[in-house]
């Protein structure tokens, strides 16, 4: 099995920033894309970013486009989601997630293992 522990939510001002990370652990694989999801009370979870092994490939949702920017430590086994120029329509749980065969999609029905999410809230 794989862990995926998320860490770096709070409470930031809207136009603020934060910088999340997630750490995988347990069960490892020869090369695997890690992401991130988000979901808004209320609201269906959503994609937010992820990223290829080799850090060459990202996909963004259209709504962080230019805001947020997603990276990876292999080392480390560690993903991270820089946030910028917040928004409080960004305020949700944050899932982090992982794709076992290093595969990128929008849909969270196709990533392998996910997290238990941290709060994430933007106040006006």
């Known amino acids: 099995q794989v862990q995926l522990v998320e860490s770096g939510g709070g409470l930031v001002q809207a136009g603020g920033s934060l910088r999340l990370s997630c750490a995988a652990s347990g069960r490892t694989f020869s090369n695997y894309a890690m992401g991130w999801f988000r979901q808004a009370p209320g609201k269906e979870r959503e994609f937010v970013a992820a990223i290829k092994w080799s850090g060459g490939t990202t996909l963004f949702a259209d709504s962080v486009k230019g805001r947020f920017t997603i990276s990876r430590d292999n080392a480390k086994n560690a993903v991270y989601l820089q946030m910028n120029s917040l928004k409080p329509e960004d305020t949700a749980i944050y899932y982090c997630?992982?794709?076992?065969?290093?595969?990128?999609?929008?849909?969270?029905?196709?990533?392998?293992?996910w997290g238990q999410g941290t709060q994430v809230t933007v106040s006006s």
């Open positions: 997630v992982l794709n076992k065969l290093n595969r990128i999609y929008y849909s969270p029905a196709l990533y392998d293992y």
